[in-house]
């Protein structure tokens, strides 16, 4: 595999010296800026053989290098070794940027080649001013490997469904409208709408195309008077077709977006800064452009009553699955033959027999002890563990049900665990329900609210290096903006209808992690003088592992609340649950004060 790297870097430079380029920088990203992105884009995997799923490669015509942050360090030198790139540990002081770099080694007047299409214009505009300060050119250029990657996987041509009203809870037709109406607030006539998850929301279609996620490959254009949706024509069958003739949707081709965009004569054309650049420079040669947010990222964070309610029901659901889940683990790891792997196979299982369950919206995280240390951990056959009675298991797992998606996360005590990790654990929970007891003035970001979740550990002097709250989708990206609670600033305000993850954690390398994850709904409070304010209702239904909880370091408002809590999930789940799952559910939910 190692000299197959190296005769496409060989290839990547032939292409190079073509077209007069001194180093080219291959992304992560795909033409729509998903976290996660068809096989068809994944041409940082293809050219390097670094496999995970973020980081950054660049090739020069005789060096290059990728890279990557702190979850892949371990993975990416093993992978990178023999290749000739070299890793680069992204964030650490000692790193250079990707232009620093490029910067000194390379001769001023020097040509930077990126693919426009896989690069946002925030980004794009960003590195040009970086590489510009050195002395260098950015020189946007065609896909290369459309002609260099032998073999390359197909664009995925599974068709989109429909996602009735039912569970949407708002026509087309009406998102369509507020989608006007932002635009005649920003005096413009015309928005590209090219984020995946913004136009499968905007016409209540799901896919298959993004793992994971319930996306279809395509742009949305919506002027005053009319709307395209272009796809591969492949993907439309006569029932989308007849649908998006309702919803006066017209259809063009994929991949005629930016010769439409060179031909733009409609007026102001309103684009955000994550519109790949290359439609960036085909619109802004026709038509005059405003750069403002999409107002669908918006739209879509604050959801609807009936996509409120199907979060409900989905929870309920999640939480039947985790407790069949939970109530079988503890006794299968005793046969001392299950592993991170057999378990997130048997997760699925309990989860795949609830109704509506369409996949699930994440790779699962099941980290044993020190691989729970892995903030990011996957599996694999190489590396599984098998569980023992002892320790700690971190399981961060999710579900895309039609009506919902889940994301909860669980540290799992299998067995004894020592004063440390009991006493880590319950710092995690202390943050993690003083955030979840949260209540704040209207006007508030989650920036304002991080410390909540950290202030204890803090105090231990201990931290976590990611955010600790995001946004989820509704039977959509499971990673939600524009609103997060982590340290550095999001602007973004907390609305009620938002949905935002509470999860801190303490993780220490080669010995264990811990995590406590719920899935929150932002709701109204009260309202005084002192304006409106706001506060968190739990839409996670599971109970939380008490056997390694610290009562000594518990208040007793701390414990008011997890068994508040603990009722809440009781007298929820309980009556959709047979009587041997009713006594084990009960058992976990007793109050703190009868362990």
């Known amino acids: 595999m190692k000299e197959k790297i190296k005769e496409r870097i060989s290839a990547m430079r032939n292409f190079m010296q073509k077209k007069g380029l001194a180093a080219f920088i291959v992304p992560s990203t795909d033409p729509h800026s998903g976290e996660y992105v068809p096989a068809y884009w994944e041409s940082r995997k293809w050219i390097s053989g670094f496999t995970g799923s973020a980081g950054t490669a660049v090739i020069t015509l005789d060096q290059g290098g990728v890279w990557t942050d702190s979850r892949y360090f371990l993975q990416a030198a093993d992978q990178l070794e023999g290749t000739g790139l070299l890793l680069f540990k992204d964030r650490l002081p000692e790193t250079p940027s990707v232009p620093g770099w490029l910067g000194s080694i390379l001769t001023p007047g020097s040509k930077v080649g990126i693919d426009g299409l896989v690069n946002t214009t925030a980004e794009a505009k960003a590195l040009k001013h970086a590489l510009n300060g050195y002395g260098l050119?950015?020189?946007?250029?065609?896909?290369?490997?459309?002609?260099?990657?032998?073999?390359?996987?197909?664009?995925?041509?599974?068709?989109?469904?429909?996602?009735?009203?039912?569970?949407?809870?708002?026509?087309?037709?009406?998102?369509?409208?507020?989608?006007?109406?932002?635009?005649?607030?920003?005096?413009?006539?015309?928005?590209?709408?090219?984020?995946?998850?913004?136009?499968?929301?905007?016409?209540?279609?799901?896919?298959?195309?993004?793992?994971?996620?319930?996306?279809?490959?395509?742009?949305?254009?919506?002027?005053?008077?009319?709307?395209?949706?272009?796809?591969?024509?492949?993907?439309?069958?006569?029932?989308?077709?007849?649908?998006?003739?309702?919803?006066?949707?017209?259809?063009?081709?994929?991949?005629?977006?930016?010769?439409?965009?060179?031909?733009?004569?409609?007026?102001?054309?309103?684009?955000?800064?994550?519109?790949?650049?290359?439609?960036?420079?085909?619109?802004?040669?026709?038509?005059?452009?405003?750069?403002?947010?999409?107002?669908?990222?918006?739209?879509?964070?604050?959801?609807?009553?009936?996509?409120?309610?199907?979060?409900?029901?989905?929870?309920?659901?999640?939480g039947i699955a985790m407790v069949r889940f939970l109530m079988w683990l503890k006794e299968a790891v005793r046969n001392g033959k299950e592993t991170e792997m057999s378990i997130d196979r048997k997760l699925y299982e309990f989860r795949s027999a609830q109704d509506l369950f369409k996949g699930i919206s994440f790779d699962t995280i099941a980290g044993y002890q020190e691989h729970g240390a892995i903030v990011h951990y996957e599996a694999t056959p190489e590396t599984a563990s098998t569980l023992k009675p002892e320790g700690l298991l971190l399981l961060d797992s999710g579900a895309q049900y039609m009506d919902g998606t889940t994301d909860i996360t669980r540290t799992i005590v299998l067995g004894p665990v020592t004063d440390e990790q009991k006493k880590d654990y319950t710092l995690v929970l202390k943050g993690f329900?003083?955030?979840?007891?949260?209540?704040?003035?209207?006007?508030?970001?989650?920036?304002?609210?991080?410390?909540?979740?950290?202030?204890?550990?803090?105090?231990?002097?201990?931290?976590?290096?990611?955010?600790?709250?995001?946004?989820?989708?509704?039977?959509?990206?499971?990673?939600?903006?524009?609103?997060?609670?982590?340290?550095?600033?999001?602007?973004?305000?907390?609305?009620?209808?938002?949905?935002?993850?509470?999860?801190?954690?303490?993780?220490?390398?080669?010995?264990?992690?811990?995590?406590?994850?719920?899935?929150?709904?932002?709701?109204?409070?009260?309202?005084?003088?002192?304006?409106?304010?706001?506060?968190?209702?739990?839409?996670?239904?599971?109970?939380?592992?008490?056997?390694?909880?610290?009562?000594?370091?518990?208040?007793?408002?701390?414990?008011?609340?997890?068994?508040?809590?603990?009722?809440?999930?009781?007298?929820?789940?309980?009556?959709?649950?047979?009587?041997?799952?009713?006594?084990?559910?009960?058992?976990?939910?007793?109050?703190?004060?009868?362990?």
């Open 433 to 595: 329900i003083a955030l979840s007891q949260a209540e704040f003035p209207q006007g508030t970001c989650g920036t304002q609210l991080d410390v909540l979740a950290r202030q204890y550990m803090w105090k231990a002097g201990i931290n976590y290096g990611h955010g600790t709250g995001h946004g989820v989708g509704h039977f959509l990206n499971v990673h939600e903006g524009p609103h997060q609670i982590r340290m550095n600033h999001m602007p973004a305000l907390l609305q009620p209808g938002m949905t935002v993850t509470n999860e801190p954690g303490i993780y220490k390398a080669g010995r264990y992690g811990i995590r406590t994850e719920n899935t929150m709904l932002i709701v109204e409070s009260q309202k005084t003088e002192f304006g409106d304010f706001y506060k968190f209702e739990p839409l996670t239904l599971c109970p939380i592992d008490k056997e390694a909880i610290c009562r000594e370091m518990m208040t007793p408002e701390e414990t008011e609340w997890l068994d508040s809590y603990h009722k809440k999930v009781y007298d929820t789940l309980s009556p959709l649950l047979d009587p041997q799952e009713q006594l084990w559910l009960e058992k976990a939910c007793k109050p703190l004060s009868e362990l």
């Open 137 to 318: 050119e950015l020189e946007p250029v065609d896909d290369p490997f459309t002609e260099l990657w032998t073999g390359r996987p197909p664009l995925p041509l599974d068709p989109p469904f429909i996602l009735p009203e039912t569970y949407s809870g708002v026509s087309c037709h009406d998102k369509l409208e507020q989608i006007r109406d932002s635009l005649h607030k920003n005096h413009a006539q015309a928005i590209l709408i090219s984020a995946l998850d913004e136009i499968a929301w905007t016409l209540n279609l799901r896919g298959s195309d993004v793992h994971c996620n319930p996306v279809f490959v395509s742009y949305l254009l919506v002027t005053d008077k009319e709307a395209y949706l272009y796809i591969l024509p492949q993907k439309i069958t006569p029932e989308i077709g007849q649908y998006l003739e309702a919803c006066h949707v017209g259809i063009r081709h994929y991949h005629d977006i930016a010769n439409d965009l060179k031909h733009f004569r409609e007026g102001v054309l309103q684009l955000s800064d994550e519109t790949n650049y290359a439609l960036y420079l085909a619109a802004s040669s026709a038509t005059q452009i405003i750069m403002a947010p999409s107002p669908v990222k918006y739209l879509k964070a604050v959801k609807n009553p009936v996509e409120i309610a199907g979060y409900h029901k989905a929870m309920k659901r999640d």
